[in-house]
């Protein structure tokens, strides 16, 4: 019954806020985009506009590619040459395609070059690795987390380390894994992937961008001085989170009596605009590309603008083993690891991080 009770229970989350100015000499934005690497979908809200600057739009169609290889070999990601070829030459990211992290073996390559894998337990023992019990494992511990440095790894392909783990790789317990890779080095054309890889299948993509305007959407009214909001004056940093997310899901706000999907509504104060832009881009997003998307946020507001803020905001993949920098990360009743940027026209901004409520707080 205390099972069933626990799967009745609403999924909690664990939101932290805060409140900083781009030109601030301690302002963490930049760390903090660059430290999530897993991303599957950017959204972008902006309030009386109606169409993007030229400059805005030309950095949402060039976000990807992204690469997907099926079927890759494990040990294909230890070779002298895959270290030597993207590791140590730009920022690599890969991760376990259609794997479930509380379930399956799951595998992320982070641009610092470490290699996390999720294993499960009979899989852990059996490659013979050293690792840890994962930290959502209740008192039969049932998963495993294994991180292996490729760039120390690198310094000596002749030790007994690299040995031990090559042969666990190929022989002992060879594991393989269809994988999403994305790698961004401005330096080096980007079929140098498809090439590497072209003896297994391997696929390009581009991420998918949804381009829309919302006419007369009712918005909150914040002030960037207010993250908690004032009573009859300003919504609170909470209240504007709860809304964006019926905005992208595309709800409707008017909680009509007859309407049994949702009676969600506008928090107030609001005022209507007669029309906002909404751009989501969805695939295997860098932080490379989110971080030069924010700058060009932060510019929005040079000239003047009829809107006192604009939204971006950053899902992660749900089933990857980590959420930022290599904090560990599961499901359980919801994947979520995601950030919002709210930017205001004098450069004050609110940080909106949220993770499950098991996982660590975000940084």
């Known amino acids: 019954m205390a099972t069933l009770r626990r799967l009745r229970e609403t ?5 932290v806020c805060e409140k900083s100015n781009f030109g601030h000499a301690k302002s963490r934005h930049q760390h903090l985009v660059e430290s999530h690497y897993h991303n599957y979908r950017v959204s972008l809200l902006i309030p009386e506009c109606g ?6 739009k030309n950095l949402v169609m060039e976000t990807g590619p992204y690469y997907f290889v099926k079927n890759l070999p494990l040990h294909e990601l230890i070779t002298h040459e895959f270290i030597s070829t993207f590791v140590k030459k730009g920022s690599c990211y890969a991760l376990t395609y259609n794997t479930n992290v509380d379930e399956d073996n799951t595998v992320a390559l982070l641009p610092n070059g470490k290699l996390i894998l999720s294993l499960d337990k009979d899989t852990y023992e059996e490659t013979g690795l050293q690792g840890r019990p994962s930290q959502y494992s209740g008192r039969k511990v049932m998963k495993f987390i294994v991180s292996i440095d490729l760039m120390d790894l690198s310094l000596n392909l002749d030790s007994k380390k690299y040995e031990r783990i090559s042969w666990s790789f190929k022989e002992k317990k060879p594991l ?5 890779f994305a790698w961004h080095n401005a330096g080096t054309e980007e079929s140098t992937m498809m090439s590497y890889f072209s003896s297994y299948q391997i696929q390009e993509h581009q991420p998918k961008v949804e381009l829309s305007t919302v006419r007369d959407l009712q918005c909150p009214v914040l002030q960037s001085g207010e993250l908690g909001g004032e009573p009859e004056v300003a919504c609170s940093t909470l209240e504007l989170f709860d809304w964006l997310g019926a905005v992208f899901c595309n709800s409707d706000l008017n ?6 999907i949702s009676t969600y509504c506008c928090p107030q104060p609001s005022t209507v605009v007669a029309k906002a832009y909404l751009c989501t881009i969805t695939g295997f997003i860098l932080p490379e590309k989110i971080c030069l998307l924010l700058e060009q946020l932060r510019h929005y507001f040079d000239e003047p603008k009829l809107a006192p803020w604009v939204t971006l905001s950053v899902q992660g993949f749900a089933d990857s083993p980590v959420s930022w920098r290599e904090n560990e990360h599961s499901f359980r009743k919801g994947g979520e690891h995601l950030y919002n940027f709210v930017i205001f026209n004098n450069q004050d901004y609110w940080l909106q ?7 660590d707080c975000p940084p």
């Open 51 to 56: 169409i993007l600057s030229k400059e805005l």
């Open 11 to 15: 999924p909690r989350h664990l939101l």
């Open 353 to 359: 991080m949220a993770v499950g409520a098991n996982d």
């Open 255 to 260: 909680n009509e009596p007859n309407n049994f």
């Open 176 to 180: 393989k894994f269809d994988f999403l």
